[in-house]
């Protein structure tokens, strides 16, 4: 259409500059003056204009041209005759403006309807184009991910190596009457790397990869997802071999259910047309769907069958030898001291999952940067944990009065944490404020992963919890509002040990927890109660406050013994503001004293 519309604009031209007029333009008062004088040779009339050539020998014939718009005059003809002038008529050229007077809008009129049905229709961001899968898609050569980038989750990697295999050599495991798994489900907690672990996959295998979230598919419009997974396993089915992941799939396959104030339709719709397309699906074309989400508890249980999902893969948070080799892949790209030893910093980030050691890696960087350092140090990496577990740290001035009443809460946190056995030792005091609302704190570290707790171990973190507030009591006579997230935590522990774990004697191995916890995000789904009577929750009240008493008991207990040395740690702690694990247990147990174990 352009070139189109290029080439009648250059006749235009051509026709404009071949038959522009030739000599000068005269008023038609002078056209008349000159005929009236006879000064004129000869005229050519058309329909708009006069041109013609004056008399006289001197100059040439373009200079002696002449024209003139003509006007209607009924008495121009004789005039001529009266004067001898030769006179002809002629018929104006208007063959190319007739052409483009209905040629033009005709092209115009197309070009806009097509530019309109364009946009609705076709491209990214139209009306009509709302159909369309939302996926984005990743050639064989744009994923640049694989195996070696991936640390601290060896059983799911192996999992999925077996992916990769199917994918490059699927006859290995047809040729035995095998099938090749249609859908791999990752399930874990948020920053444990399962996108990361999708994108290697398609990384490995060299195929193409498909990329959208759970959500892109629900869209305001009715039949709308439903339309966009079709649209994205046809789109599949043409690139296999290939991978097509949907992240966070628990927002389009939550399970579904009859309320009597109805039901997400449109969700339900786009859910249904899922499971149709994965049960149609030829899984021998090596098409291999991924999903990942982090509450696998509300997935649909047709979505989670075999022949659907069939394998369910677990992503969870590292061991302390993942933590390290996760450590090792994101410090590639920074420039360490020789000082700094990955193993000690993994052995501080118990529960940190790879995101946060992605984190974890950056923030020390950015700490050695701001400090003009040459290379990230030990220290930095030090301050960057105490950055993301306690929060940012404030330079804020605290009255004398509250320093002293936060220095004995951590001092009788930090003091029953080190006398009490068994538990973790404490790396850090401090009364600096961080974070939102952080006055100080008290960090304890873990010399190993651990994965169950028992009773004691239980009793024993509640005296902790309790030992702040006890502390206050019993150096200053009064208590403050300091402990408020220690008394809300020690409360959930003693409700979870008679309503979840069994570990109440009165209320007998029975758990009165009938709602479904997430296993892999710290909230509670459902109701605050279970299933139980009145009185049966007031037995579960008072069973808990005895629990919280008897946990309070012992740490005034615990703190009495040691009443001097509450005093003592309590006054460092205000001259230094912060004291390690080490002076800490000096100061507990004298310089050559050892370590409860």
Same mark, same amino acid.
């Given at each position: 259409m352009w070139y189109l519309l290029g080439f009648f604009l250059l006749l235009a031209v051509v026709q404009a500059y071949l038959f522009m007029p030739t000599g000068r333009t005269l008023p038609y008062s002078e056209f008349k003056s000159l005929l009236a004088r006879d000064k004129l040779a000869e005229v050519t009339v058309n329909d708009q204009a006069i041109r013609g050539q004056l008399k006289g020998s001197e100059g040439d014939e373009k200079s002696r041209a002449f024209m003139t718009t003509r006007v209607e005059d009924p008495k121009l003809v004789e005039e001529l005759e009266q004067h001898n002038v030769k006179y002809t008529g002629e018929v104006a050229s208007r063959w190319l403006p007739d052409l483009l007077g209905w040629i033009l809008p005709l092209l115009l009129i197309v070009g806009l309807s097509s530019f309109f049905f364009r946009r609705m229709g076709g491209g990214e961001g139209g009306v009509m184009s709302f159909a369309r899968s939302r996926g984005k898609i990743y050639a064989e050569d744009d994923v640049k991910v694989s195996f070696s980038d991936v640390a601290g989750v060896d059983e799911a990697e192996e999992e999925l190596k077996e992916i990769v295999e199917f994918l490059q050599t699927p006859k290995k495991y047809t040729q035995l009457g095998g099938r090749i798994p249609k859908g791999v489900l990752l399930v874990g907690p948020p920053g444990t790397g399962k996108t990361l672990l999708a994108r290697a996959v398609a990384g490995e295998a060299h195929v193409p990869f498909f990329s959208l979230s759970g959500s892109e598919f629900v869209e305001m419009f009715v039949g709308v997802g439903a339309a966009r997974v079709r649209d994205l396993f046809q789109q599949a089915d043409a690139k296999a071999p290939c991978i097509v992941f949907i992240d966070e799939l628990d927002a389009l396959g939550k399970a579904r259910v009859q309320s009597p104030l109805g039901s997400h339709e449109e969700r339900e719709q786009t859910l249904n047309q899922l499971l149709a397309e994965m049960d149609g699906f030829d899984s021998r074309k090596g098409v291999i769907i991924m999903g990942a989400t982090n509450r696998p508890e509300v997935l649909d249980p047709a979505l989670l069958r075999p022949g659907r999902f069939d394998r369910q893969v677990l992503v969870d948070k590292p061991d302390v030898r993942g933590r390290e080799a996760i450590l090792k892949i994101h410090a590639r790209g920074v420039k360490t001291a020789p000082e700094v030893d990955l193993k000690v910093v993994a052995a501080r980030t118990a529960g940190f999952a790879g995101a946060d050691l992605a984190n974890l890696a950056n923030e020390a960087a950015l700490l050695a940067a701001r400090k003009n350092k040459p290379s990230v140090e030990m220290r930095d990496f030090e301050e960057a944990i105490d950055r993301l577990i306690a929060g940012l740290e404030k330079k804020r001035v605290m009255s004398d009065r509250e320093r002293e009443i936060i220095a004995y809460h951590e001092s009788g946190h930090a003091i029953i944490a080190t006398v009490v056995p068994g538990l973790d030792p404490v790396h850090k005091i401090s009364i600096v404020q961080r974070g939102f609302g952080? %006055? *100080?704190?008290?960090?304890?570290?873990?010399?190993?992963?651990?994965?169950?707790? $028992?009773?004691?171990?239980?009793?024993? &973190?509640?005296?902790?919890? %309790? *030992?702040?507030?006890?502390?206050?009591?019993?150096?200053?006579?009064?208590?403050? $509002?300091?402990?408020?997230?220690?008394? &809300?935590?020690?409360?959930?522990?003693?409700?979870?040990?008679?309503?979840?774990?069994?570990m109440s004697e009165s209320m007998g191995a029975v758990s009165f927890d009938s709602h479904t916890r997430n296993r892999f995000l710290e909230i509670p789904l459902g109701g605050e109660r279970g299933n139980y009577a009145e009185d049966t929750a007031r037995e579960i009240d008072t069973e808990v406050r005895r629990i919280v008493n008897a946990a309070h008991e012992r740490a005034r207990t615990l703190l009495a013994d040691h009443r001097d040395t509450l005093d003592r740690v309590a006054r460092r702690l205000l001259e230094k503001e912060v004291i390690d694990g080490e002076e800490l247990r000096e100061i507990i147990h004298g310089p050559k004293g050892a370590q409860p174990a």
């Open positions: 952080a %006055l *100080g704190y008290t960090m304890q570290l873990p010399l190993e992963d651990r994965y169950l707790m $028992t009773r004691t171990d239980l009793h024993n &973190q509640l005296a902790v919890l %309790l *030992g702040g507030r006890t502390a206050e009591e019993i150096a200053l006579g009064e208590i403050s $509002t300091g402990a408020q997230n220690d008394l &809300q935590r020690a409360s959930d522990i003693a409700r979870a040990m008679v309503t979840e774990f069994g």
